[in-house]
C-alpha cells in the first residue's frame, strides 16, 4: 500500500518514515551501486587510451586533451548544478545525467574519427556534472548524521568503478575492439532505472521545505574569512591529490609499458590494482574521520603518501606495483573527508559545496593529464612520474586547517 501511494522503490516505502537520525543504507546501497555504474563507464576512456592512440595515432598531448574535453566539461558545470540545486531540488536529474553517459558511451563507441572522441568524452562529462553533486547531496541527506561514513559509502562505489574500467577494457574491449563498448550502454540503462527509485524516495523527503529551514539554520563553526582560508587550503590540498592521481590514471600503462615493456593487456590490470586499492581506500577515510576527526585523515592520506611516492620512480616491476598499491590506498582516504569537512564549513550549502569540490577534482585531473602529457612528449614519461612524486609535500599546508571538531564538542 506504501508503495503504491508513493510511487517509489522498495527503497522508499522502507526509509520515507523512518527517524530522521537513522541511516538509510539502502539508499546509500542504491546510490554507492549506480556511482559504480556510472564511473566504470567514465573510466573506459582512459582504459582504452592505448587502442584510441595506435587507431589514431594521437600523440600524448592529444591523448591529454581527451582526458581534459571529459574533465573539464565535468567540472565546470559541478559547481553551478550543485548552486542551483540547493534553491530547487530535482529528484530526478540524476537519471537525466546518466542519460548522457549512455550517449556518450555509444558515441565512443563507433567514434569515427578523434573530434568524435571528444564530444564522446564531453558528453560523458557533463553527464557527471549532473550526477555527483545532487548524488553527494542525497547521501548527506540519508546518513543519519554519520557524513563520513555517508560519504565513503558513495564514493567507495566510484572508486570500485573507475577499478573495474581497466580490467574490463583488457578482458573485452582490447580482444573485441572498440565496437564492444556499446554493450556498457545497458549498465547506463540499469542505472537510470536505480537512481529513477532514488529520486522517488528523495521527491518523498519534503526537500524544498526541509531545504529552507536547514539553510536558514545554518551557522559555520568559524568566521567567513577563517572558511575562506580553509576552503583555499582543501583546494591546495585536491590539487596536490588529483594532479598526481592524474599522472597514474592516464598514464601508468604508458609508463609501464616504456619501462618494464609490459603488453597492453597487462598493463591495464596493473592499473586495476592500484585503482582497487583507491576503492578500498576510499571506503576506510569517512568513517576513520567520523572517529579520529577529518583533518588528521587528511593530513595523513597526503602528506603520508609522500615517501612512497618519491620511491616509486626507482622501483622494479614487482615493487611498482606494490607501491602503486600502497599509494593508492593511502591517497584515496582523503576525499571523503575534505568533502565532508567542507560541507561543515558551509553547512546549508551543501550542492554547491559538493559540485564545487567534485568539479574541481575533475577539473585539475583533466588540466593535469593535459599539462602532463606535453610534458611526457618532451621529455618522456619516466620524466612525469619522478616531477609528480614531490607532489604529496603540499600535504603539510592541511596543519593550517581549524579544529572545527574539537569547536563542535564545545
Known amino acids: 500500500m506504501e508503495e503504491s501511494l508513493t510511487g517509489a522503490s522498495p527503497i522508499v516505502a522502507a526509509t520515507a518514515h523512518a527517524p530522521a537520525t537513522q541511516t538509510r543504507f539502502r539508499v546509500l546501497g542504491a546510490l554507492s551501486f549506480s556511482h559504480f555504474l556510472n564511473d566504470m563507464m567514465q573510466s573506459l576512456i582512459i582504459s582504452i587510451y592505448p587502442l584510441l592512440k595506435g587507431q589514431f595515432h594521437l600523440s600524448f ?9 571529459y574533465q573539464i566539461c565535468a567540472s565546470v558545470l559541478q559547481p553551478l548544478v550543485g548552486m542551483y540545486t540547493d534553491k530547487h531540488p530535482k529528484p530526478y536529474s540524476l537519471s537525466v545525467g546518466m542519460g548522457f553517459t549512455l550517449i556518450g ?12 572522441v571528444l564530444l564522446a568524452a564531453a558528453l560523458i562529462g557533463a553527464g557527471s556534472s549532473i550526477f555527483h553533486p545532487e548524488s553527494s547531496r542525497i547521501a548527506r541527506l540519508a546518513s543519519g548524521g554519520r557524513h563520513g561514513l555517508a560519504q565513503s559509502i ?57 531545504g ?80 579520529l576527526g577529518r583533518k588528521r585523515v587528511i593530513w595523513v592520506s597526503i602528506l603520508g603518501v609522500a615517501p612512497f611516492t618519491l620511491m616509486l620512480p626507482f622501483a622494479d616491476l614487482t615493487w611498482t606495483c606494490i607501491l602503486s598499491f600502497v599509494i593508492g590506498l593511502i591517497l584515496s582516504s582523503a576525499f571523503s573527508a575534505i568533502v565532508v569537512f567542507a560541507q561543515e564549513l558551509m553547512p ?33 614519461i619516466e620524466f612525469v612520474f619522478r616531477i609528480c612524486a614531490y607532489l604529496p609535500l603540499l600535504g603539510m599546508v592541511a596543519a593550517f586547517l581549524p579544529n572545527i571538531e574539537h569547536r563542535k564538542a564545545h
Open 61 to 69: 598531448v592529444q591523448i591529454g586533451m581527451i582526458t581534459l574535453t
Open 105 to 116: 558511451t555509444i558515441t565512443l563507441a563507433f567514434a569515427p574519427n578523434y573530434m568524435s
Open 154 to 210: 558513495f564514493q567507495v562505489g566510484g572508486n570500485a568503478g573507475s577499478a573495474m574500467g581497466p580490467l574490463l577494457a583488457a578482458l573485452i574491449i582490447i580482444p573485441h575492439g572498440r565496437n564492444s563498448m556499446s554493450w556498457f550502454a545497458l549498465a547506463a540503462v540499469l542505472a537510470i532505472a536505480v537512481l529513477a527509485r532514488v529520486g522517488a524516495w528523495y521527491k518523498s523527503q519534503h526537500l524544498d521545505r526541509r
Open 212 to 291: 529552507a529551514k536547514s539553510r536558514a539554520a545554518a551557522v559555520s563553526p568559524v568566521s567567513a574569512r577563517r572558511v575562506a582560508w580553509s576552503i583555499g587550503i582543501l583546494v591546495v590540498l585536491l590539487f596536490s591529490k588529483y594532479f598526481y592521481t592524474a599522472s597514474i590514471s592516464s598514464f601508468y600503462g604508458f609508463y609501464l609499458i616504456e619501462k618494464f615493456h609490459v603488453p597492453v593487456q597487462s598493463a591495464q590490470l596493473y592499473l586495476f590494482v592500484f585503482l582497487a586499492a583507491m576503492a578500498i581506500g576510499t571506503l576506510f577515510g569517512g568513517p576513520i574521520g567520523d572517529r
Open 348 to 380: 546549508g550549502k551543501i550542492g554547491a559545496v559538493s559540485g564545487l569540490f567534485f568539479g574541481f577534482a575533475f577539473g585539475i585531473g583533466g588540466i593535469g593529464a593535459a599539462v602532463l602529457g606535453g610534458v611526457a612528449d618532451r621529455y618522456g
